[in-house]
């Protein structure tokens, strides 16, 4: 251990028992964390110290009162703990106070400790949060048997070295003391909590879901010994009654299996249902008392037998399936309804069920509407899953379906099928924000590998529409403000880019939100709005909409329908980058396609227009062009497979196009083709009658078949522009004519 190591702790609350031996940086023995196991300082220091310890820790947790920040930078990634720690605190680690802080070492990597008042200590019970890069230490465990945690303070790093534990100068405890954690982390930190026990039970609700699935019906359940089974298999939709041994639902079956089973059937299903599902089951004809009538009354009056020994009748079983507390635990579900939709036709009450529908509709959209008002979106995430419960949809795609089609109820319904010809010529026209690249109106989403250096391309997007130059030195944009909303990099990040970038936004044209979330997804509207933008840049996907995690289908499809919708309704051009699935191997990648999106289908399948982004994996160069590929085209202002190849300079960060589809003359050179054709259209064909073909135009141009049709692709948007379609020849093929009206160009 470090000389000097025995006299650093002058302060009462650091003497106490909240040590323990460590061997590198675990504890070697059982049951070390307990707490008549933890050990004093001066144990530590006089007493005998194991054969396997290399040093000593300290606990974090109620033993303590203290919480660890464990920061963990890694070199490919700096940005990234300060990125995480404003995912739960909304704040940077830079405005954490002056405390106590442990160093082994290695750059950038420390561990700072932070006085927690008793009062907090329920609401954080068996927390911690670790995402690699940034760990907040409190406690392990669940939160009814939480767990202390320890974080080495004294002894070698397992990596060797000089590398070793110790308090860093002048953040020693005698030196700053250890200072308390400001409200607004520990608020964080309730919130994050919550979170993360919210979505362990709709984690397990959607695996017990999945276990369900392949269940067999009731009637096959029936047996005595599946009487448990059924019971689960009932507790989806009987959640407070049948539950299982152990958990605060078991009281309402505790006095007799049989007549429970029997007064969930009755409650269910009815009785005349209930002997449907009996009456011709070996159980019902091979259990004493059953089968020798017809009328299901007498074969449930005989059945069961509470503990008294005392016939259970109608009236018990009624009062099993319908009361509303059991040993006084006060129930504060009301007694199961079937699902109407599950019903037979003859079952259903039709002005019940319009009455239940409209009162849910409209506890929904109050609820929608509340919650949508918040202003912290961690509040929004607690208020969706509580107007969940109280809605009682338990299945998760059926909630985000139920969500999906209410937040449509804006748009104007459709009344009638539309001739072809209107619909061809009422439609909203896509035009070019950035030509043959980004389209307004739209989602275009653009996929890469972590370091290619897609976050420096969105930049670069963002400077040239900003003030409508020549993006990567060629494609003409758009003038339009532009929205950055980030979540993969940090403010710090930003600015160190801009040291090389030198970004010039001399009238604030583009402004950056760090803070999101993905409940905020309909607050766009008014971000854009309260900017005028035209422009709305987002990194990333993942990021963004799942903190990093995996979404689920039914997300994925939402969060883009919303996007989409948005880009329609403000005619802004989206850009959203998003990851790419890892290759095996560590291979440098060659090419992306479209299924190498990271995630869903339902990704790939949401969105307008795609690219990928990856290196030329094909040269030896140290500053290796990128490769911009289309990778899907939906709004015809490319074509997909079209690729750039980009020169990039490490000196400024700057992007220009050296080849456009293998061609080094590149865009210029398609421009070039361009005006040829409409300068000949222009000379020759400027009624309709006089519309020249494509062969003709080749005839009198000199030019390619495939360089024409590149081109008049390029002039489709542009004024006085028109195609016409030709007679078919004899094999049924027809072809394209085009001509110019002066008068419209």
């Not at 005595?224 to 959640?239: A, F, Y």
């Not at 029997?262 to 409650?267: I, R």
């Not at 005619?571 to 290759?583: C, E, R």
Request: with cysteine; charged share 30%; proline share 5%.
């Amino acid at each position: 251990m470090p000389n000097g190591s025995a006299d650093v702790f002058p302060q009462a609350e650091l003497q106490g028992p909240i040590y323990c031996w460590v061997a590198g940086k675990a504890p070697k023995s059982d049951h070390w964390n307990a707490k008549q196991n933890l050990l004093t300082l001066q144990q530590i220091q006089e007493g005998e110290r194991p054969s396997w310890a290399t040093g000593y820790g300290m606990v974090s947790g109620r033993y303590s009162g203290f919480l660890c920040v464990d920061v963990d930078t890694k070199l490919e990634r700096t940005e990234q703990p300060n990125v995480t720690f404003r995912s739960v605190a909304k704040r940077n680690l830079s405005d954490l106070p002056p405390t106590a802080t442990v160093i082994s070492g290695k750059p950038n990597r420390y561990r700072s400790y932070f006085r927690v008042p008793s009062d907090w200590w329920p609401e954080l019970s068996g927390y911690s949060l670790n995402r690699g890069d940034l760990e907040l230490r409190w406690e392990d465990g669940a939160p009814d048997a939480p767990a202390a945690k320890q974080s080495v303070i004294a002894g070698p790093h397992p990596d060797g070295g000089d590398l070793h534990f110790r308090w860093r100068e002048g953040n020693r405890p005698e030196d700053v003391g250890i200072a308390d954690a400001p409200l607004w982390l520990l608020r964080g930190m309730i919130l994050d909590h919550q979170r993360q026990q919210i979505n362990a039970e709709l984690l397990l609700e959607a695996k017990q879901t999945r276990a369900a699935d392949g269940e067999l019906t009731p009637i096959e359940k029936l047996m005595p010994k599946e009487q448990k089974t059924l019971l689960r298999l009932m507790s989806e939709h009987w959640p407070y009654r049948g539950g299982l041994a152990g958990t605060r639902f078991q009281c309402s079956y505790e006095a007799d299996g049989f007549n429970a089973l029997l007064g969930a059937l009755f409650n269910l299903f009815g009785a005349d249902t209930a002997y449907e599902w009996l009456h011709d089951t070996e159980w019902f004809k091979g259990s004493e008392n059953w089968g020798s009538s017809n009328d299901f009354t007498k074969a449930v009056n005989s059945v069961g037998k509470s503990k008294t020994q005392v016939e259970a009748g109608w009236g018990t079983l009624h009062h099993l399936a319908t009361r509303t507390e059991c040993d006084g635990v006060q129930f504060k579900e009301p007694a199961f309804k079937w699902p109407k939709g599950l019903m037979r036709p003859g079952d259903i009450d039709v002005n019940s069920l319009t009455t239940d529908t409209r009162k849910l509709r409209e506890q929904l959209e109050k609820g929608l509407q509340f919650i949508y008002e918040m202003d912290d979106p961690a509040d929004r995430q607690i208020g969706f899953y509580n107007l969940r419960e109280e809605a009682g949809i338990k299945n998760e795609k059926m909630w985000n379906t139920v969500i999906w089609s209410l937040e449509q109820q804006g748009k104007e319904p459709e009344t009638r099928a539309r001739p072809w010809r209107e619909v061809v010529s009422s439609a909203k026209k896509i035009s070019p924000a950035i030509e043959r690249f980004l389209p307004f109106g739209a989602v275009t989403m653009l996929g890469a590998d972590p370091g290619t250096g897609k976050t420096v391309f969105l930049y670069r997007v963002a400077e040239a529409a900003a003030y409508g130059k020549k993006f990567v030195g060629q494609l003409d944009c758009v003038k339009g403000n532009v929205l950055v909303i980030q979540k993969d990099e940090s403010d710090s990040n930003l600015a160190a880019k801009d040291k090389k970038m030198s970004v010039d936004d001399p009238q604030d044209r583009i402004r950056c939100r760090f803070e999101f979330d993905p409940t905020q997804v309909r607050d766009i509207a008014k971000w854009i709005d309260e900017f005028d933008a035209r422009y709305v840049v987002m990194d990333s996907f993942g990021s963004l909409f799942a903190g990093g995690a995996d979404l689920v289908d039914a997300n994925s499809g939402y969060y883009l329908y919303e996007l989409n919708r948005l880009a329609s309704e403000k005619n802004v051009a989206i850009l959203l980058t998003h990851h790419l699935v890892k290759l095996k191997d560590k291979k440098e990648r060659t090419d992306v396609y479209l299924g190498d999106l990271y995630g869903s289908q339902f990704i790939a399948a949401g969105t307008s227009d795609a690219w990928g982004l990856h290196l030329d994996a094909s040269q030896d160069v140290p500053d290796k062009p990128m490769v911009l590929k289309c990778l899907k085209a939906r709004t015809g202002i490319t074509e997909a497979g079209d690729r750039y190849l980009l020169e990039r300079n490490s000196e400024d960060l700057s992007l220009n196009i050296q080849q456009y589809n293998g061609l080094n003359d590149g865009i210029e050179g398609l421009k070039k083709t361009e005006r040829r054709v409409w300068d000949k259209l222009l000379q020759m064909a400027t009624r309709l009658e006089d519309a020249m073909s494509i062969k003709r135009i080749g005839d009198e141009t000199g030019l390619t078949r495939k360089q024409i049709d590149r081109a008049v692709q390029g002039l489709g948007n542009r004024a006085g522009f028109n195609r016409v379609m030709l007679e078919a020849d004899g094999r049924g093929r027809r072809s394209s004519a085009f001509w110019i009206d002066p008068q419209e160009s």
